[in-house]
Nanobody, 117 residues
């Protein structure tokens, strides 16, 4: 059984930075892909970033160059560093994991990120 718990969401001004993290329990160390999804009100969920077990990241075009995903297999953690935040980045961010590149088999409860002045 895999459990994922996010932390680090909050309110930040446009142009600011925020880091969200996820701690996993269970067999997280063996999961092939970890990722972050987000869902904003009235919008479809979006795959923001994934990282493979070997550490290869992949990003959505909307966040490329601004967000950085990292994974610490020893600590069972996955983090998303978000810089140059925009109002349109506001959403509930979910930590996820899975066995393929969609990384969508396991989900955390989500953490709210609000970008507003």
């Amino acid at each position: 059984q895999v459990q994922l718990v996010e932390s680090g969401g909050g309110l930040v001004q446009p142009g600011g930075s925020l880091r969200v993290s996820c701690v996993g329990s269970g067999s997280i160390f063996s999961i092939s892909f970890m990722g972050w999804y987000r869902r904003a009100p009235g919008k479809q969920r979006e795959l923001v970033a994934t990282i493979s077990r070997s550490g290869t990241p992949k990003y959505a075009d909307s966040v490329k160059g601004r967000f950085t995903i990292s994974r610490d297999r020893n600590k069972n953690t996955v983090s998303l560093q978000m810089n140059s935040l925009k109002v349109e980045d506001s959403a509930v961010y979910y930590c996820t994991g899975g066995w393929n590149t969609q990384a969508d088999e396991y989900w955390g409860q989500g953490t709210q990120v609000t970008v507003s002045s």
